[in-house]
């Protein structure tokens, strides 16, 4: 079956830090990848996606995403996190064949300390 | 543009009520989903809608849940009767052929 992992579950950080935040899938053939954030009692948004082209893939707030195809991977970045960015972060896939409803990994809770 | 719509966005009941939870999703926007969040099982797929007809209702827990879209501006999702493991967070969700889905707000949902 198709899926989705993260692998840091809570992530805590002192303000200017820099942070990254696994994801990795299990499907080996064309999918588009995703990256949402849950603030606080908010619904989800979008950070940022990618579906093909240049696999350094920039979003909103200074949050960029590297897709490396060998390693089934699309790993989020920030170089220098800010007290408001705490907030659970959640990498999606879709695109396997006859599903287009999103797979989501477990989600990171990301603490930023001031 | 307003972005998804979903009523209530909290909802209390008692177990073996009816609850019937609304979305309304982006115009435009040709398919629609429905998620639920829970702490045990994260988010995960109930059921999606393409230009109105469900696609992939695989992940419906069961019998006591119904989705319909009668319409490209409407959806509902009905829990009947309703039960305590139903508590969660709701979520609609809204795209285009682009694949890209845009969240509502969610509807809380407690069942004592």
């Known amino acids: 079956a198709q899926s989705v992992s993260q692998h840091n579950h809570h992530v805590i950080l002192s303000e200017a830090a820099s942070l990254e935040l696994g994801c990795n899938y299990s499907?080996?053939?064309?999918?588009?990848l995703f990256w949402y954030v849950q603030y606080p009692g908010q619904h989800l948004q979008l950070l940022l996606k990618?579906?093909?082209?240049?696999?350094l893939v920039k979003g909103i707030k200074g949050f960029e995403a590297e897709f490396i195809k060998s390693k089934f991977s699309f790993n989020l970045r920030k170089p220098s996190v800010q007290w408001s960015d705490t907030a659970e972060y959640f990498c999606?896939?879709?695109?396997?064949?006859?599903?287009?409803?999103?797979?989501f990994g477990s989600g990171t809770r990301l603490q930023v300390q001031p | 543009d307003a972005g998804v719509i979903q009523s209530p966005r909290h909802e209390v009941t008692e177990m073996g009520q009816e609850v019937t939870l609304r979305c309304k999703p982006i115009?435009?926007?040709?398919?629609l989903f429905w998620y639920r969040q829970t702490m045990m099982r994260g988010l995960e797929l109930l059921i999606y809608?393409?230009?109105?007809?469900?696609?992939?209702d695989s992940g419906m827990p069961e019998d006591r849940f119904s989705a319909k879209m009668p319409n490209a501006s409407f959806s509902t999702l009905k829990i009947q009767p309703s039960e305590p493991r139903d508590s969660a967070v709701y979520f609609c969700?809204?795209?285009?052929?682009?694949?890209?889905?845009?969240f509502g707000p969610g509807t809380r949902l407690l069942v004592l």
């Open positions: 499907y080996g053939g064309t999918v588009n």
């Open positions: 969700a809204s795209g285009t052929n682009q694949e890209t889905q845009y």
């Open positions: 115009s435009g926007h040709n398919s």
């Open positions: 809608f393409n230009n109105n007809v469900p696609i992939d």
């Open positions: 990618y579906f093909s082209g240049d696999p």
């Open positions: 999606a896939v879709n695109g396997w064949p006859g599903r287009r409803a999103l797979t």
